[in-house]
């Protein structure tokens, strides 16, 4: 069973730095993409950004400019580097990851971020 743990989340102020991990328990090497949805009280889980397997990044608009995603494939880990926050970026974030040669999709448990104006 593969799993996947974030880490890194906590509070911070409204122009502030956060920067989160997603340790993956099989190599990352593989990966078909990896990347970040967030979920905030009372709405919808949306996507936030996604690194595919030969590094491409993409990003919802409202966090471009803002929000970077790389990954170490030697430690199984990808990062959302998240600076210039807003309140607006209140959530609980969850990664996830799909492998070239399976059709599952796994996820973490989610970690909650805080930005107070």
């Known amino acids: 069973q593969v799993q996947l743990v974030e880490s890194g989340g906590g509070l911070a102020q409204a122009g502030g730095s956060l920067n989160l991990s997603c340790a993956a328990s099989r190599s990352i090497f593989s990966i078909n993409a990896m990347g970040w949805y967030r979920q905030a009280p009372g709405k919808e889980r949306e996507w936030v950004g996604s690194i595919t397997g030969g590094d491409y990044t993409n990003f919802l608009d409202s966090v471009k400019g803002r929000f970077t995603i790389s990954r170490d494939n030697a430690k199984n880990t990808m990062y959302l580097q998240m600076n210039s926050l807003k309140p607006e970026d209140t959530a609980v974030y969850y990664c996830?990851?799909?492998?070239?040669?399976?059709?599952?999709?796994?996820w973490g448990q989610g970690t909650q971020v805080t930005v107070s104006s």
């Open positions: 996830y990851a799909k492998w070239s040669y399976e059709s599952r999709v796994y």
